[in-house]
């Protein structure tokens, strides 16, 4: 999970994602005005309940995801927690490759006046995103493709 900053005609948004690391899926998303834990913690309880508990959850070190609201979700649903140590972006490198993606396939094409606007056309790209964006790393697959066709892990010897 990580947030961004979405610049608009006057000002600017917060976008907070959480994506599969291995489909690259975006599971689900939120923008605010304000960059506040809320925002993370509620993008996590939707994909916790839309999705599963995931063993591992993975973030930056960022005071949304350090606060207690937001690791108090993640102990009580038993998923262990990864923090990427500072000035780590490979760590997060998924997500970065997402942010680079929005930024330069939709964000700053448009001048969006307002948060509104901002949300709904963020939401298009997304789905577009997950549904019908194929991906080299991926075989050309698009995330929703990649998510829902998983194959298992072949059983190790």
């Known amino acids: 999970m990580d947030i961004t900053y979405v610049p608009m005609a006057r000002g600017f948004v917060y976008l907070a994602v959480v994506i599969d690391w291995f489909s690259r899926k975006v599971l689900s998303w939120r923008v605010s005005i304000t960059m506040e834990a809320d925002i993370c913690v509620e ?12 063993e591992i959850f993975n973030t930056d070190q960022g005071a949304q995801f ?22 780590a972006w490979r760590d997060n490198i998924f997500v970065e490759r997402l942010w680079r993606s929005i930024k330069y396939e939709e964000i700053y094409l448009r001048a969006y006046d307002t948060v509104s606007t901002a949300r709904a056309s963020i939401s298009r790209y997304l789905t577009f995103y997950n549904d019908r964006r194929p991906h080299s790393s991926l075989d050309r697959r698009t995330p929703n493709q990649a998510y829902f066709n998983r194959q298992p892990h072949p059983a190790a010897a």
Not at 43 to 54: C, S
Not at 66 to 79: E, R
Request: proline letters at 3%; glycine letters at 12%.
């Open 43 to 54: 993008a996590l309880e939707e994909a916790l309940a839309r999705h599963g508990r995931p």
């Open 66 to 87: 350090t606060s207690h609201a937001f690791t108090s979700v993640l102990l009580k649903a038993g998923v262990a927690i990864s923090m990427d140590g500072k000035g």
